[in-house]
């Protein structure tokens, strides 16, 4: 691939600020300056990823933590990669403020619950508080705010609250119903402990980034494809669904472990699981226009994770195929698939005609579109 022109990656970079700007207008709730699960606002709207299973939450009005969460991670690589104050006091004055009404300062250690607290306790899950304290480790180290960093090691204390002895270690996924223990919770521990360890030059946190990425390999991959199975039950039954996020993390921590400690091992590890997750999570697909294309499956919020192991690997050798696709999915999606009222769906080739567009599917390709144009 030639050099992405500077004319590409400020298109790039428009999209991402149309994205937030629409997001930020129209799933608006000026009552609690947080934002909907959905627009339009669906009132027979049920949740599926919760620990509680299919459920439908009565008189929703905003938004559960992991959508929430997706704005922070756009807002911030938006300011990362523009150094636009701007973004800068969106974060500050908007999206932070908001986060803290889910912050549980109540049940010990505290952190960040699934719904807010204005509606009571709700459940607490160890990867939801993953996200967000890498959120806040590059914040600290793009603003130097000593208040980031401290969030973001209460946060690791929180999650590794959640390590036990059960299976030889590993972070349960949810606080309240300790059944599994996740790809989705350990992966992104594993990352959150490289940045921290990056940032303080504590080896503890190194030891625990290694102790982590090596358990999850263990009990956690594939070892046909080195693509990443969900989940092991206490029984040790494995729950063989595969994620795009959850390989993605692992190959961000495997690119950060080797990064740190000049291991190759860690480097390999991330390229079979780079080269297997290109395999299994990509098909031909015909598009809307009747062309034949090549797309990451269904599922926009896991791809961008995918994207942040995918674009760390890049960095290091320099094979464009597995982000480019992903960059050209993203960038049809732009032009192709978004609805009347500028919103993507969960399918990036455009054949999702569901009327109610999740916040999650929008927010995550802020970060998306701000990331892509520096694929050179």
């Given at each position: 691939m030639?050099?992405?022109?500077?004319?590409e990656?400020?298109?790039?970079?428009?999209?991402?600020?149309?994205?937030?700007t629409?997001?930020?207008?129209?799933?608006?709730?000026e009552?609690?300056?947080?934002?909907?699960?959905?627009?339009?606002?669906n009132p027979?709207?049920?949740?599926?990823?919760?620990?509680?299973?299919t459920?439908?939450?009565r008189?929703?009005?905003?938004?559960?933590?992991?959508p929430?969460?997706?704005?922070?991670?756009?807002?911030?690589?938006?300011?990362?990669?523009?150094?636009?104050?701007k973004?800068?006091?969106?974060?500050?004055?908007?999206?932070?403020?908001g986060?803290?009404?889910?912050?549980?300062n109540?049940?010990?250690?505290?952190?960040?619950?699934?719904?807010?607290?204005f509606?009571?306790e709700?459940?607490?899950?160890?990867d939801?508080?993953?996200?967000?304290?890498?959120?806040f480790?590059?914040?600290?180290?793009?603003?130097?705010?000593?208040?980031?960093?401290h969030?973001a090691?209460d946060?690791?204390?929180?999650?590794?609250?959640?390590?036990?002895?059960?299976?030889?270690?590993?972070?349960?996924?949810?606080?309240?119903?300790?059944?599994?223990?996740?790809?989705?919770?350990?992966?992104?521990?594993?990352v959150?402990?490289?940045?921290l360890?990056?940032?303080?030059?504590?080896?503890?946190?190194?030891?625990?980034?290694?102790?982590?990425?090596n358990?999850?390999?263990?009990?956690?991959?594939?070892?046909?494809?080195?693509v990443?199975?969900?989940?092991?039950?206490?029984?040790?039954?494995?729950?063989?669904?595969?994620?795009?996020?959850n390989?993605?993390?692992?190959?961000?921590?495997g690119?950060l472990?080797?990064?740190?400690?000049?291991?190759?091992r860690?480097?390999?590890d991330?390229?079979?699981?780079?080269?297997?997750?290109y395999?299994y999570?990509?098909?031909?697909?015909?598009?809307?226009?009747?062309?034949?294309?090549?797309?990451?499956?269904?599922?926009?919020?896991?791809?961008v994770?995918?994207?942040?192991?995918?674009?760390?690997?890049?960095?290091?050798?320099?094979n464009?195929?597995?982000?480019?696709?992903?960059a050209?999915?993203?960038?049809?999606?732009?032009?192709?698939?978004?609805?009347?009222?500028?919103?993507?769906?969960?399918?990036?080739?455009?054949?999702?005609?569901?009327?109610?567009?999740?916040?999650?599917?929008?927010?995550c390709?802020i970060?998306?579109?701000?990331?892509?144009?520096?694929?050179?």
């Amino acid at each position: 691939m030639s050099p992405a022109s500077t004319n590409e990656k400020d298109n790039d970079l428009a999209m991402a600020d149309s994205m937030l700007t629409n997001i930020l207008n129209k799933y608006n709730v000026e009552k609690y300056g947080l934002l909907q699960e959905t627009y339009p606002a669906n009132p027979d709207n049920k949740i599926t990823y919760l620990a509680e299973g299919t459920m439908q939450k009565r008189n929703q009005e905003v938004s559960f933590l992991w959508p929430y969460s997706g704005m922070l991670s756009g807002v911030i690589s938006l300011y990362k990669n523009t150094g636009d104050e701007k973004y800068l006091k969106i974060l500050e004055e908007r999206i932070l403020p908001g986060l803290e009404l889910y912050w549980d300062n109540i049940r010990e250690p505290f952190c960040y619950q699934s719904y807010p607290m204005f509606n009571g306790e709700s459940d607490r899950f160890y990867d939801d508080n993953d996200w967000l304290a890498i959120d806040f480790c590059d914040l600290y180290a793009l603003t130097k705010n000593e208040g980031y960093l401290h969030k973001a090691q209460d946060l690791h204390k929180y999650i590794y609250s959640g390590w036990s002895d059960e299976l030889e270690g590993g972070i349960y996924w949810c606080e309240q119903k300790k059944t599994s223990k996740n790809t989705c919770s350990n992966a992104p521990a594993a990352v959150l402990c490289m940045k921290l360890y990056n940032l303080t030059q504590d080896n503890d946190y190194l030891d625990l980034a290694k102790k982590t990425y090596n358990w999850t390999m263990k009990y956690l991959c594939d070892p046909e494809d080195s693509v990443y199975w969900d989940n092991i039950k206490l029984n040790g039954t494995i729950g063989k669904a595969k994620y795009t996020y959850n390989s993605g993390q692992m190959i961000q921590a495997g690119v950060l472990l080797y990064k740190a400690t000049g291991d190759e091992r860690f480097l390999n590890d991330a390229k079979r699981t780079a080269k297997g997750s290109y395999k299994y999570f990509t098909k031909i697909r015909r598009d809307i226009n009747g062309t034949n294309t090549r797309f990451y499956s269904a599922s926009p919020w896991f791809n961008v994770i995918l994207s942040r192991g995918l674009i760390a690997l890049y960095e290091i050798d320099n094979n464009p195929e597995y982000i480019n696709t992903m960059a050209e999915n993203a960038r049809y999606a732009w032009m192709n698939a978004r609805d009347e009222n500028g919103f993507l769906g969960n399918d990036w080739a455009g054949n999702d005609s569901k009327p109610f567009k999740w916040l999650l599917d929008n927010a995550c390709m802020i970060e998306l579109y701000s990331e892509i144009g520096n694929i050179k």
